[in-house]
T-cell receptor
């Protein structure tokens, strides 16, 4: 069966520090991978998605970047965190075109920038 | 940008009652999905309804879709305290893309 791992679960970082969040998927090949951010009590904002190794689509211009160095690995990074980067970051995977199949989410990373 | 808007934003009901949540979206879709999120956790897929379907059932869940009104509803029958969560609709946004665009969510609280 397929599983998705996302870490760390919580992170407190000072303003200006770098960020690296990692997500890996097991049990499937060539998944579509996604990073979402959720502000407190709000909906999900799509940040990046990837349909293959090295292919990254950015949805929102911002202080973050994403990379997919391996088929089932998706990394969210920042060189210098801002206070506004605080939030709940969720990684997810799916197969096929958007909406045709379910999204499977990790348990998220709670990021607090101080 | 967010595609969908859920209504109401928050809902509080007694155990055993039915809960209805609505979702409106803006563009044409191929499919619409509903997800559940327990506090501090990732989202869990509940049900997918295709644009040529009007109604779909899964256990105590009933989803309807009205593409002419660009709206969907999620009905949870005989609610339980364990149904307390946030519920989101998601659409495929622009047709033929890999995007899933989520609504703003309904926070459901079921009182025991």
């Amino acid at each position: 069966s397929q599983t998705i791992h996302q870490w760390p679960a919580t992170l407190v970082q000072p303003v200006g520090s770098p960020l690296s969040l990692e997500c890996t998927v097991e049990g499937t090949s060539n998944p579509n991978l996604y990073w979402y951010r959720q502000a407190a009590g709000r909906g999900l904002q799509l940040l990046f998605y990837s349909v293959g190794i090295g292919q990254i689509s950015s949805e929102v211009p911002q202080n973050l970047s994403a990379s997919r160095p391996q088929d089932r690995q998706f990394i969210l990074s920042s060189k210098k965190l801002l206070l506004s980067d605080s939030g709940f970051y969720l990684c997810a995977w799916s197969m096929g075109l958007g909406g045709n199949s379910p999204l499977h989410f990790g348990n998220g990373t709670r990021l607090t920038v101080t | 940008s967010q595609q969908g808007e859920e209504d109401p934003q928050a809902l509080s009901i007694q155990e055993g009652e039915n809960a209805t949540m609505n979702c409106s979206y803006k563009t044409s879709i191929n499919n619409l999905q509903w997800y559940r999120q327990n506090s501090g956790r990732g989202l869990v897929h509940l049900i997918l309804i295709r644009s040529n379907e009007r109604e779909k059932h899964s256990g105590r869940l009933r989803v309807t879709l009205d593409t002419s009104k660009k709206s969907s509803s999620l009905l949870i029958t005989a609610s339980r305290a364990a149904d307390t969560a946030s519920y989101f609709c998601a659409t495929d946004g622009d047709s033929g893309t890999y995007k899933y665009i989520f609504g703003t969510g309904t926070r459901l609280k079921v009182l025991a």
